[in-house]
């Protein structure tokens, strides 16, 4: 996902650069054709507009850098509060993941999780035997992923 | 807007909502200088060049409504152009980055004018 | 793949927390050992958070090696005696401790350190902890209630105190402590539910027929409605809304005298069947999307979803003999 929108963004911005280039070229040549001209002649009023497949070239380049920027944001999240702990209890990790399908370091399941964990209050004894048990009747065995 | 009691049955998620007007601001002041690259290559002038960052910014909003919040939205049985799974209200959506993004079009504006029409 | 290290290993299944012990050399290896304090350092802030992780992970799976690696970075990193990493050694003394004697003397260092400063929070959990694990439940509880007084605010000790109390069987308390913590957290679904569990608990404990009964049940079926209103799809507050609605309806089939209680009355016969069809349609969705393993239903536990399909199967089978 982020690929492909650093790549449109990038194939826009070569165009972008083109275009400009483009029409600095032009407005160069103009200012010199205009004081040539006003050498030979006195008229100086030729309208100086850019030719119009430059004037393509730009609004093109600038909608698809529109279109990588766009693809490349963050995908939002819900604000209201039952949409929002639904998609947590739902979709688990895989509804926070950003565009390169990496977990947002910012998201942690349930915030309201530790008030029934109670990590500080573990009972690291009682964990160590149920792992012995679980060990023991055989879970071990299936763990080797 | 919603009154207190809704907000107490019904809560906002603070976070998620900084997070979604972060990312569209992101999004508004990047493509707001991109406005004002273009602008100035095109060689626009006064109120034609701000009508220019009008539509344009417009636009982004339009994108933006499609790509990121129309699949989730609709899916979730919200009539089309609402965005209140995402964001507050839809004035703060669709015209929150006008401001924003001002600045940063003028000073490209400006520069990319000057640039190519030296 | 293991879960994510920076969240808190305490409720993981025992095959997940051995994926993370297996994992402590790897990331003991990645990280730098000594990290420099100085602003131009890149300090990972979850990196200590995942170091904590660990050596619960490892004391769990008996890898205390690993354990006192990650111990000794964050000593040199907070110091020596900074409150957790105090908390965390006693917690490695507790898992290594063979007999009640060597339990007893890392008891006597909690006391110690609490008696050179009284404020020290991490450490008045652990010697909560270590005396509710070697069965001095009253002293843990008194301890838990001086703990509360200092520190009113503390969400996972008023839980703690919910715990010790239903483990005695006191659900009035543990119900009023668990009241407290939704003070606290009012938005908290899982909160709103374990609430409703206890007041369902409690009503089935003290046996059907009284007035207290009918209000517990009307109190549990309203935190399960309210932590669904709060959480869409939330698999744990339909499957208590369903047996709480079930045993409702149970009851009011045989006939027993209705005693209206005022505010804590049941809502009429009606509106909870409808409530238990809302639950019941809801589980169904819910476990043919997650047994299908349908993008965007994968967040639940299998052990919940289990249990789900088991009370809707119980259900149906009742309904055929009906």
């Known amino acids: 996902m982020t690929i492909l929108s650093k790549t449109i963004t990038a194939f826009g911005g070569i165009l972008l650069a083109h275009a400009c280039y483009s029409a600095q070229e032009h407005s160069a040549l103009h200012s010199l054709r205009v004081a040539t001209a006003a050498s030979l002649t006195s008229s100086s009023t030729v309208a100086n507009s850019l030719p119009i497949d430059v004037v393509i070239e730009t609004i093109v380049a600038t909608f698809i850098i529109l279109l990588g920027l766009v693809l490349g944001t963050r995908p939002l999240r819900p604000i209201q509060w039952r949409v929002w702990a639904g998609k947590i209890e739902r979709e688990g990790e895989d509804g926070f993941k950003d565009n390169n399908g990496e977990v947002n370091k910012d998201y942690m399941g349930n915030p309201f999780n530790f008030i029934e964990s109670r990590p500080n209050f573990v009972d690291i004894r009682k964990q160590r035997k149920e792992f012995a048990e679980w060990v023991r009747t055989g879970g071990g065995g299936q763990s080797t992923r | ?118 | 793949m293991a879960p994510s290290l920076i969240r808190s290993p305490v409720q993981l299944p025992p095959a997940e927390a051995l994926a993370i012990s297996q994992q402590a050399p790897a990331i003991l290896q990645s990280a730098p050992s000594a990290v420099s304090s100085s602003i131009l350092s890149k300090e990972k802030s979850e990196l200590w958070i995942e170091y904590e992780n660990l050596i619960l992970s490892c004391l769990r799976t008996g890898d205390e090696r690993a354990a006192h690696q990650c111990l000794d970075r964050l000593v040199t990193r907070f110091g020596e005696d900074n409150e957790r990493v105090l908390a965390l050694r006693g917690l490695i003394k507790e898992a290594e401790a063979q007999n009640n004697g060597e339990l007893e003397k890392v008891l006597k260092e909690y006391e110690e350190i609490l008696s050179k400063n009284d404020s020290n929070i991490p450490i008045m959990k652990r010697r909560i902890a270590l005396l509710r694990s070697m069965g001095r439940v009253s002293d843990a509880a008194s301890a838990l209630v001086q703990l509360l007084d200092f520190s009113p605010t503390d969400l996972e000790a008023w839980s703690e105190l919910s715990d010790l109390y239903f483990s005695q069987g006191l659900y009035p308390q543990a119900i009023y402590a668990m009241e407290e913590v939704l003070v606290l957290a009012p938005n908290a679904w899982n909160v709103h539910a374990r609430l409703g569990e206890l007041q369902y608990m409690a009503a089935t404990a003290s046996g059907a027929g009284n007035g207290a009964y009918q209000k517990q049940m009307a109190e549990a079926l309203k935190r399960f409605s309210r932590s669904i209103e709060l959480c869409d799809d939330y698999l744990r507050g339909y499957y208590g809304l369903k047996l709480v609605t079930k045993r409702i309806l149970k009851d009011s089939a045989k006939p027993t005298k209705q005693t209206d209680d005022g505010d804590f009355s049941l809502p009429d016969t009606r509106t909870i069947e409808r409530l238990n069809e809302l639950a019941t349609a809801k589980l169904a969705e819910i476990i043919r999307h997650s047994s299908a393993n349908d993008r965007g239903w994968r967040g639940y536990n299998a052990a919940e979803v289990a249990a789900a399909r088991e009370l809707l199967s119980e259900d149906a089978s009742s309904d055929i003999k009906r």
Do not use: C
């Not at chain 2, 907000?7 to 900084?18: A, G, M, N, R, T």
């Not at chain 2, 992101?26 to 273009?38: C, D, H, M, R």
């Open chain 2, 1 to 118: 807007m919603p009154s207190e009691l809704e907000l107490q049955i019904s809560p906002i998620v603070q976070e998620s909502l900084v997070h979604n007007t972060r990312t569209l601001v992101n999004l508004q002041s990047l493509t707001a200088s991109l406005f004002g690259v273009s602008a100035g290559i095109l060689g626009l002038e006064s109120y034609s060049g701000f009508l220019y960052y009008l539509i344009f910014s417009l636009i982004t909003s339009a994108l933006f409504y499609v790509v990121r919040v129309a699949p989730t939205s609709i899916a979730s049985e919200k009539p089309p152009l609402d965005t209140s799974r995402y964001f507050r209200g839809p004035v703060e959506f669709w015209t929150g980055g006008l401001m924003n993004g001002l600045a940063g079009f003028i000073l490209t504006w400006t520069l990319f004018y000057g640039l190519v029409s030296a």
